[in-house]
């Protein structure tokens, strides 16, 4: 363990009380928490009275044999300060001490901060430069034996009676000392940050903003900003590591591999619609419309198309293997709907949504071919609009583009993950704002 060292103005009831008979606030952090070295701040006030009666060296020194150790005590002087009512001078001041103690300091090192001795603005200037997060240390505050204000009296005191009969000298005193918890104002404001990031939905910067804060101020919820970094970013693997799968269960509203992935690609369309991030919105639409006409498929079949195709090899994506559909009764009746459905015939290419619509058309309900052909509709005029112009995409733009609105476009891509069974109940759709919650939970809390 490392050293213990306390910084602590002198006050009116130091060290020992003229009023109550009990340790000042000073000698009683000494009592409770033992220190290796003690600064003592100093006023002329102080001064002038450790000059006549040696009255802080002398408790010290007198505590150091009751206890057994060594208080190594040095005094900060300040012989021609009088006016000790000024806060700006001991913000100032203090801090400037303070930091030459902490470079001092080796890891493990504690500095203790006595918040409960001296004038008002020198309790304040301590509470404060910890607050903003310009000194880091301790706060202690000492309460008095009675848990009333301390009443001054300096007359007629002599230190030596008052220390003989000190009830605090007994191995039975009552500890008075306690830690403030009073979070930074730098820690709030980036607690604060980080809210208006998640609700924002840019998980990047929230993120960034709680790894430049201290780590044992984030350590209760940083690896769930990572994971919704990761998650936002559609890393899988990444994500899957930071986060315990109790939490994941809580998070995603999908967890089987096999939908996972598409259920999230959707919600982060979803949330670039939600960041007015149109143009991105319409942009992915192309690979989700085409996966969910394969699983309203799925659904009205029991196999998946791609099972019907092979891979290319050089672009990665899936081509019609003509062998594999004409050796399947269903999949050969697809392959005769094409044929009516184009001039010239089906030719074997690259699986696209265009022609899984034809089969939706004739072997799909009504609501799901509704929900399909307004998918297609969308994404065929977007693409040909999207080619033609050149600018700022809005709400409006999308209507104009696609004749339907964002939340209509977003509600016929809910309707198909339910008609497939993967995304049946409603509120799983509000699983990245559950997410958001129960990180904000985690916020300001150390446990």
Same mark, same amino acid.
């Given at each position: 363990m490392g050293r213990i060292i306390l910084f602590s103005p002198v006050g009116g009831t130091d060290p020992v009380s003229n009023s109550n008979g009990h340790d000042g606030a000073l000698i009683h952090c000494c009592r409770v928490y033992?220190?290796?070295?003690?600064?003592?701040?100093?006023?002329?006030?102080?001064?002038?009275?450790?000059?006549?009666?040696? =009255?802080?060296?002398?408790?010290?020194?007198?505590?150091?044999?009751?206890?057994? %150790?060594?208080?190594?005590? &040095?005094? /900060?002087? =300040?012989?021609?300060?009088?006016?000790?009512?000024?806060?700006?001078?001991?913000?100032d001041d203090f801090k400037a001490e303070i930091q030459k103690i902490l470079r001092t300091m080796s890891e493990g090192d504690i500095l203790l901060l006595n918040t409960s001795s001296g004038t008002p603005a020198m309790k304040s200037a301590l509470v404060v430069l910890a607050t903003l997060g310009d000194i880091d240390g301790r706060l202690i505050q000492v309460t008095t034996p009675d848990r009333a204000i301390n009443k001054h009296d300096h007359d007629n005191y002599d230190v030596q009676f008052l220390w003989e009969y000190n009830p605090d000298n007994s191995d039975e005193f009552v500890n008075?000392? &306690?830690? /403030?918890?009073?979070?930074? /104002?730098? #820690?709030? %404001?980036?607690?604060?940050?980080? #809210?208006q990031f998640l609700d924002s939905y840019d998980y990047s910067a929230a993120l960034n903003a709680a790894q430049n804060m201290n780590s044992e101020d984030t350590k209760n919820y940083i690896h769930l900003l990572e994971f919704a970094n990761y998650r936002s970013q559609l890393d899988y693997t990444s994500m899957s590591k930071v986060v315990e799968m109790s939490e994941v269960k809580a998070m995603l509203p999908v967890l089987t591999s096999k939908y996972r992935n598409t259920v999230e690609y959707a919600l982060s369309l979803f949330i670039k619609a939600k960041q007015g991030n149109y143009a991105d919105f319409l942009r992915g639409l192309t690979p989700l419309i085409l996966e969910l006409f394969i699983l309203a498929l799925e659904k009205q079949y029991g196999f998946n198309a791609r099972d019907y195709c092979f891979k290319?090899?050089?672009?990665?994506?899936? =081509?019609?293997?003509?062998? &594999?559909? &004409?050796?399947?009764?269903?999949t050969s009746e697809w392959v005769d709907i094409w044929n009516n459905e184009f001039p010239n015939g089906f030719r074997e290419g690259f699986i696209v949504s265009r022609d899984l619509l034809f089969i939706i058309r004739k072997k799909c309900n009504s609501l799901i071919v509704e929900k399909s052909e307004l998918l297609r509709e969308v994404e065929e005029n977007a693409r040909n609009s999207a080619a033609h112009e050149i600018g700022m995409v809005t709400a409006d733009t999308i209507r104009k583009m696609t004749g339907h609105s964002y939340s209509e476009i977003i509600g016929a891509i809910k309707s198909m993950f339910k008609f497939a069974d993967v995304v049946a109940d409603e509120s799983k759709w509000d699983s990245y704002e559950h997410m958001n919650e129960a990180i904000i939970q985690k916020i300001g809390s150390l446990s």
């Open positions: 033992k220190p290796d070295e003690v600064y003592m701040y100093m006023s002329k006030y102080a001064l002038d009275m450790e000059s006549e009666d040696n =009255r802080y060296t002398y408790c010290l020194t007198k505590l150091n044999e009751l206890i057994g %150790k060594p208080l190594n005590y &040095k005094m /900060i002087e =300040r012989p021609d300060l009088v006016e000790v009512q000024e806060f700006d001078f001991f913000y008075r000392c &306690k830690d /403030i918890s009073c979070p930074s /104002i730098v #820690r709030l %404001k980036n607690e604060e940050l980080i #809210r290319d090899k050089y672009s990665g994506g899936y =081509r019609w293997d003509m062998k &594999k559909l &004409k050796s399947n009764t269903q």
